[in-house]
Every structure is written in structure tokens, then in C-alpha cells.
Nanobody, 122 residues
Framework: QAQLVESGGGSVQAGGSLNVSCAAS??????LAWFRQAPGKEREGVAR???????VYADSVKGRFTISKDNYEKILRLQMRSLKPEDTGMYYC??????????????????WGQGTQVTVSS
């Protein structure tokens, strides 16, 4: 059964950095992504990486966040720099067999982790 388990996250002051990771199961996912959800808001796509290593980022995180993956260890990572209070939320990793036409759309992904909390204070 497909399994995604996030780790990392935590609390940091604005301007700081945090990393989150996601351990994937033995499947070779074609499309892996990070989403986040702030209290009272919709879950939004943050970044995506496909099997060829092509990345897509939400405008709000471009230049600050970096998505990467280790195919051997089956780890998906998100490095976050210059964090802002609006980056606060639960961060989820997601996987799909096909990236589809909307790489940062929630509907593209069938498999989800349980999430890890990121809190940025001002």
C-alpha cells in the first residue's frame, strides 16, 4: 500500500529556514508535490517535481523554496528559506502516477501524507 510520511517542520522566526522531508513507499512515483494548508484556508500547492526532475513552484514561494528528491532513498524534500508568517500551515506531501495538466492542483494527487506543522512567527 502506498505510504507517505512527513517529518521535519517546526517553529521559526520570520526570515529563518526550515526543511521538511517525506519518506515515500517503495513505489516509483511519477509526480511528487508539497502542499500546505493554513487554518481556515484551502489546501494549496507549493511545489512539484516530476520523474525527470522538472520542478514547478507557486509564485508565492519562487526563489525561497526548493523541492528535491532522492530516488534511491525515496525521500522528497522541501528546503524553505526567508520564511514569512504567511508560510505558516500544515505541510503535506502528495504523490501521483501522472502529473496531469495542473501540477499544483489538489485533484491531481491521489496519495497524501498526514502532514507536518510549520509555524513562522513575526
Amino acid at each position: 500500500q502506498a505510504q507517505l510520511v512527513e517529518s521535519g517542520g517546526g517553529s521559526v522566526q520570520a526570515g529563518g529556514s526550515l526543511n521538511v522531508s517525506c519518506a515515500a513507499s517503495a513505489y516509483s512515483w511519477y509526480c511528487l508535490a508539497w502542499f500546505r494548508q493554513a487554518p481556515g484556508k484551502e489546501r494549496e500547492g507549493v511545489a512539484r517535481i516530476d520523474s525527470g526532475g522538472i520542478t514547478v513552484y507557486a509564485d508565492s514561494v519562487k526563489g525561497r523554496f526548493t523541492i528535491s528528491k532522492d530516488n534511491y532513498e525515496k525521500i522528497l524534500r522541501l528546503q524553505m528559506r526567508s520564511l514569512k508568517p504567511e508560510d505558516t500551515g500544515m505541510y503535506y506531501c502528495a504523490a501521483a502516477w501522472d502529473c496531469g495538466l495542473n501540477p499544483l492542483s489538489r485533484s491531481t494527487y491521489a496519495y497524501w501524507g498526514q502532514g507536518t506543522q510549520v509555524t513562522v512567527s513575526s
